[in-house]
């Protein structure tokens, strides 16, 4: 499943690890629980969504909005991985790297995000 990154990708894989490193370190300083949950994932070194989701809720239930950050980061992650990042999704389009530049960890494109939001 690994394959050869390009710049980009190194360089926002980079940038992904380092966010997910922070919002860990921040989330482990919040309270105690978190910090149980917060080593349990900085244990690993693979990231695998569907085994730590059960942590993500946890961690959903007590800190919605970095646990949302968190979760788009590694899934970000894994899509570096699958070599699909910077692919929207839902409709299949490129993301322009502007919008991967200020938001790493975006994964939809910005018509389809509004589209969701929209439909919230
Ligand atoms: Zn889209």
Same mark, same amino acid.
């Given at each position: 499943?690994? #394959?050869?990154?390009?710049? /980009?990708?190194?360089?926002?894989?980079?940038?992904?690890?380092?966010?997910?490193?922070?919002?860990?370190?921040?989330?482990?300083?919040?309270?105690?629980? /978190?910090?149980?949950?917060?080593?349990?994932?900085?244990?690993? +070194?693979?990231?695998?969504?569907? @085994?730590?989701?059960? @942590? /993500?809720?946890?961690?959903?239930?007590?800190?919605?909005?970095?646990?949302?950050?968190? &979760?788009? @980061? +590694? =899934?970000?992650?894994?899509?570096? &991985?699958?070599? !699909? =990042?910077?692919?929207?999704? #839902? $409709?299949? $389009? !490129?993301?322009?790297? %502007? !919008?991967? !530049?200020?938001?790493? =960890?975006? @994964?939809? $494109?910005?018509? $389809?995000?509004?589209?969701? %939001?929209?439909? #919230?």
């Amino acid at each position: 499943m690994q #394959k050869e990154l390009t710049p /980009f990708e190194e360089e926002m894989q980079e940038i992904l690890l380092k966010k997910r490193q922070d919002i860990l370190e921040k989330l482990a300083k919040s309270n105690e629980d /978190f910090q149980a949950l917060a080593s349990q994932m900085g244990a690993k +070194d693979s990231i695998d969504m569907s @085994v730590e989701s059960l @942590v /993500f809720k946890k961690m959903e239930a007590m800190n919605q909005h970095e646990a949302s950050v968190l &979760r788009s @980061v +590694d =899934y970000a992650i894994i899509r570096i &991985r699958e070599g !699909r =990042y910077g692919i929207c999704p #839902k $409709c299949g $389009c !490129r993301i322009p790297e %502007e !919008r991967l !530049r200020a938001i790493p =960890y975006a @994964v939809l $494109c910005i018509s $389809c995000k509004n589209q969701e %939001e929209a439909g #919230k």
